[in-house]
Each structure stands twice: as C-alpha cells, then as structure tokens.
C-alpha cells in the first residue's frame, strides 16, 4: 500500500512512501479534509513546525486496520479533531493530507455513519462553541478565521452580539452581518470578554496590552504561549480551550450550515492537485479525496 503525502518543508510537495508504519494507532483514509488559517499561518511562520510537516489538522477519515485493543474501529468512518495526546495534528504529529496516514486515536472525534464534506469542520465548530460558552457581554472577539466566526455565531444564538478585532480577512466576519474593528483606536476599552482565536502575534499583544477586560478566553489553535497584562490590573482569569465533547449536535449542524457558504469544497483526483489550493483563502476549503 503506498502512502503519498503533502508535506511542507519550506515548500509544498508530494512525497510518496512504500507503504505505511502504525505506531499505537490505527491505519486511515482521509476522506474530507478542511484547510484554512491554521494552514496559512504554518505557511507564513506564524507558527513554528518541524520541517517536513504533513498539513491538515482536522477532517474525516475511514479506518482501514486497527490492531490490538483498537480493532473495534476498524471499518467506521470518524471525525478528526486537532487535539490529542501527541500534540496539535498538523504541527506537533503529523497531519491528514495523505492517501493513508497512522493516527492516534486520541484524534478520533464523532463516529459518522453518511459524512458529507462539510462534516470535517464539525470538530472546529465544537471548539468554537466551548470558546463562546462562559462568555458574557460585552464580548470582544479577536480574530476572522473560521474559528473566529464560528465563536461569533455560537454568542449570536445565546442573544448576544459580540465585536471582532481583525487586522486581516475582516470579510470573513463582515459577510455575516457582524461589527468588525481593524484598528485598536475603532474599539471600546472595556469588555468583560476577550476571546483570542488568530495566531497574529501582534494582534494578540495589542489587544491584551491596551484593553481592559475580566476574562481571556484563549484557543488552543491560536498558539498564544504568552500575553502582556496592563498596569494596574488586580486580577485577571485566562480560559485555554482545547477539545470540547459536550456540544449539542444541533447546535453543531446549525452552525456549520450558516457557515457552508463561506467554505469552499473541492473534489480532487489526487493530492498533487491540492497544492494550488494553498495559502487558503477566505473561510478555507475542504478538499475531498474521495471514499
């Protein structure tokens, strides 16, 4: 079984292998992967990899082979959600754009019985909304990815209306009919929330430094490892969220499905096709590679 995989390792290409080596995990086809911000900011430095790195840290795969105590999976079609116990998929262990990849099944997410495309955001929307859970008003929302996005519909279905920070891709949030600042001097300097979802360092700094604020509530995808906190504060909670598994399904599927518009899907014949679709653009794609 050969295994050919996107790797970046200052460049993007397709490598390909004989086979594949399963280390205490299971053996998969990735079905449906998504590609957005996450992606991008790897591509740009923004976060730091291991050269060659395989991309692709959420999506849906079918299980091919599972040994041992895992052979229960064999054959089940799983969501992927970034989070494990070997680290950030796509950053910290290797990701999903391959034909066949191992993978820990710490990674393995919802079991799903007829996965559409749109299914490999699910675990992103999961996130999101365990972001925007203990938020109250007024919320201010760093960040325009997906991520960001999602957080914002999450806070719209609790009725509250929260303002994003966006020095990029403010569109994104635009496009769903939400208040968008691009410059810190366009914003108030009192909220109760700050929700951090982008990897934009400099962003991060300018909002933590000049805001005043009860709460960060930071994603784990964002990759924040430190923040300046302003004179005078005498006390400060900080939230750092990672996986969440206690989301109602409909909230989930309503989220997604305002979303659907905003991702793009694209069918590919192979891998190699793929690299065009990189730095993604707008709310990111979803490459699909077939059953």
């Given amino acids: 079984m050969k295994q050919q995989l996107l790797v970046y390792s200052g460049q993007l290409e397709v490598i390909e292998y004989p086979g594949v080596v399963v280390h205490e995990g299971v053996l998969v086809k990735p079905l449906f992967i998504y590609v957005g911000d996450f992606e991008k900011a790897v591509l740009s430095g923004h976060i730091p990899v291991s050269r060659p790195t395989t991309l692709g840290a959420v999506g849906v795969v079918r299980i091919i082979e599972a040994t041992g105590p895992f052979t229960e999976y064999t054959g089940k079609i799983y969501t992927v959600t970034p989070f494990g116990a070997r680290g950030v998929l796509g950053v910290e262990e290797n990701g999903l754009l ?75 949030a635009l496009g769903y009919g939400f208040t968008v600042a691009s410059h810190i001097s366009e914003l108030n300097r009192k909220w109760n929330d700050v929700v951090l979802t982008s990897t934009n360092t400099a962003s991060k700094y300018r909002i933590s430094r000049d805001l005043d604020y009860r709460r960060l509530v930071i994603s784990r995808l964002s990759f924040t490892s430190w923040i300046p906190v302003k004179k005078g504060i005498s006390s400060l909670e900080v939230r750092v969220v990672d996986k969440s598994n206690d989301v109602p399904t409909s909230l989930v599927k309503s989220i997604v499905g305002d979303l659907s518009r905003g991702v793009k ?27």
């Fill in 98 to 172: 391959a034909t066949f990849t191992s993978l820990h099944t710490s990674y393995l997410d919802e079991p799903l019985l007829n996965p559409s495309p749109l299914d490999a955001i699910r675990p992103l929307i999961k996130h999101s909304v365990e972001l925007a859970r203990s938020c109250e008003e007024p919320v201010l929302v760093e960040g325009c990815g997906l991520v960001g996005v999602a957080v914002g519909m999450a806070l719209r279905r609790r009725e509250i209306e929260p303002v994003f920070y966006c020095e990029d891709a403010r569109r994104n």
């Fill in 265 to 291: 899907i694209y069918n590919l014949a192979g891998l190699e096709h793929s690299i065009g679709l990189f730095p993604p653009k707008g709310l990111g794609s979803i490459i699909s590679l077939g059953a």
